[in-house]
Every structure is written in structure tokens, then in C-alpha cells.
């Protein structure tokens, strides 16, 4: 558990002034009776229900579990264990975390601003909210109407609810009208307007969140859905196999491609272009010789990674 923070920490021999930390979750389906599957109705299938905690391209945290609780369960458990890591070695980076509305809990809120943890987090409409922008989409309707494009309107307020011991807390509300209608979103920040105003707050740092499903793609292109054993401890530690062979991929990434044609590629294509290459392979007593194929399209870059 502790490789993933401790490979990003060397990574980054200079404390960077703050970090973000993105947080989601995603289904694994499962096909036969493993410990922990249940029927997850938003997905439609049986599965599990992995949370992955990411920070850019870096792999902090792979946790398996079972389908049938919340999304954000354990979620507050694993960012205490990594953000405790983190700060043992940069004692003053400030962590931001990240998420959909499937984060916005005030148990993980209230966490988060007693251990001087930022966050903006997705927060799902309801019709006090809708109501609150009223105005707003009336004019991302009307700009609509004139221009036919895409139109939005940014606004923020003070939201508590009702229920669940919510405290009052800043709300970033998107007013937008497409052409299939209007296209509410809002987002719950403990962040100040001074540092981030309300449109380069939705734009520039909660839409970024949207870069880790890519990461996510990544381990699944590297076998991390074989949870199919039948106990859920020993699919965590498939999960754990497929996580590192992500943290290899990362390191050659970061490490071996830069200023390469394949410095961006994902795991799949790096799989397919570097590694699954035919050669011949000789050991003599002082070396290893790796003779490969004639026709290798690759074999400068293959040279310049290696190098």
C-alpha cells in the first residue's frame, strides 16, 4: 500500500507548493460468485466497485471493494493513509482532493477541513438549487436563442441543506443550455474566490478531474478487471499485481519516453510498440545480446528508451 506514495515522492526530489489528489470510482464486472459481488443498479451488471486515487499520471491508491455501498465509502480512510505519507516527507504541500458528486459527503467534507485538506467536489442538483439559478439559465437561454451555441452562465452562492448537519459552504453553479436543453451542474469548493473565481474554477480545475478516467482505461488495459478468484481478498491482490505493472508503465512514461514520438502513448500502445517485439536473445559470460527483428518499425525509439 505504501509503494505507490513512496515511488511519487522520489519522483519529485523538489516539494511541489500544492498537490491535487483525484479521487473515483468505477465498476469491475464479475461473472460468477466472488466474495463481495452484488447487482449495482446504475451500472446494470454485477461487479465490484474499485476506488482509485490518482494524482496526475501518478497511482496513489487501488482499493477493491464490494458494489453494495456508497461510493465514497472508505474513501476518507485511504486519503488519511496517503495524505499522512505525503506530509511525513512535505510537511507544508497543500492537498486538494478532487471528485464527482459521488464524494460530496459531509462526513469526507468535514474531514477534509479539520486536516487543512481542500476540496471541489460535484454536487448533485435538486430543485433548490435549480431554483437558485433560475435567472441565469433564463439568460444562458436567451444567448442560446441569439447565437445558437452553447451558452453559459456562471454563478456562486452560499448552500446548506436542510437535513444531515450540513454547514453552509460555497457553491459554483454552471448555467448552461445546449441543444438537446438546459444542462445545470454544480460544485462545492472550500476553496476562496480570491484564489479561484467561479468559471476558472469549473473550467480550468474541477473539469480536469476528467483526465483520470484515462488513467483508469490505462489499468484496465493492463488486466486489472481479472478479479476472479473467488475470495475478495485475493482479487485485491490481483488488483495490487495490475497496479504495479501500472507504476512500471507510469516510470517508463516519465522516465524513458520523454522526447520520444511515444512519450504520450497509454499502456496499450506501449504494450504493443515495445514490448510484445520479436528477438533473439544470446547470454554470453559478460553479456546479454538482443538481436531484434529486421523489419522492428520502432527500433530508434526502441534504442533511445532503452538508452
Not at 506514495?5 to 468505477?26: G, K, R, S, Y
Not at 478532487?98 to 460535484?122: I, K, N, P, T
Not at 505493472?245 to 507510469?250: D, G, I, K
Request: aromatic share 10%; hydrophobic share 40%.
Amino acid at each position: 500500500e505504501r509503494l505507490p506514495v513512496d515511488l511519487f515522492l522520489q519522483a519529485h526530489p523538489v516539494a511541489p507548493a500544492q498537490i491535487i489528489l483525484d479521487l473515483d470510482a468505477t465498476d469491475d464486472p464479475v461473472h460468477g460468485n466472488q466474495e463481495g459481488r452484488f447487482f449495482h443498479g446504475d451500472y446494470g451488471h454485477y461487479c465490484y466497485l474499485p476506488l482509485y486515487i490518482f494524482c496526475g499520471e501518478h497511482l496513489l491508491g487501488a482499493r477493491l471493494r464490494p458494489s453494495n455501498i456508497d461510493a465514497w465509502a472508505g474513501s476518507q480512510e485511504e486519503l488519511e493513509r496517503i495524505g499522512t505519507q505525503i506530509r511525513q516527507t512535505w510537511p507544508d504541500v497543500k492537498i486538494t482532493i478532487r471528485g464527482d458528486s459521488g464524494f460530496c459527503r459531509e462526513e469526507l467534507m468535514a474531514w477534509c477541513e479539520c486536516h487543512q485538506v481542500d476540496y471541489v467536489l460535484g454536487l448533485a442538483k435538486n430543485e433548490r438549487l435549480k431554483a437558485e439559478i433560475a435567472p441565469e439559465l433564463q439568460q444562458a437561454v436567451a444567448a442560446y436563442a441569439a447565437t445558437g451555441q452553447a451558452a453559459r452562465v456562471f454563478k456562486e452562492f452560499t448552500y446548506q441543506r436542510r437535513e444531515s448537519g450540513w454547514r453552509a459552504r460555497r457553491v459554483i453553479a454552471k448555467a448552461e443550455h445546449l441543444e438537446k436543453g438546459a444542462n445545470p451542474r454544480f460544485v462545492v469548493t472550500s476553496l476562496s474566490g480570491e484564489d479561484w473565481e467561479a468559471r476558472r474554477l469549473y473550467e480550468e480545475l474541477y473539469c480536469a478531474r476528467g483526465e483520470m478516467e484515462n488513467r483508469i482505461e490505462e489499468q484496465l488495459a493492463l488486466f486489472a478487471d481479472r478479479t476472479s478468484t473467488a475470495l475478495l481478498r485475493s482479487n485485491q491482490v490481483r488488483l495490487y499485481f495490475s497496479s504495479g505493472a501500472y507504476l512500471l508503465m507510469e516510470a517508463l512514461r516519465r522516465l524513458g519516453r520523454e522526447g520520444t514520438e511515444l512519450a504520450r502513448a497509454p499502456c496499450g500502445t506501449i504494450r504493443l510498440k515495445l514490448l510484445k517485439i520479436g528477438a533473439l536473445i544470446r547470454v554470453t559470460v559478460r553479456k546479454i545480446w538482443v538481436s531484434l527483428a529486421g523489419g522492428y518499425a520502432y527500433v530508434e525509439v526502441w534504442a533511445r528508451i532503452w538508452s
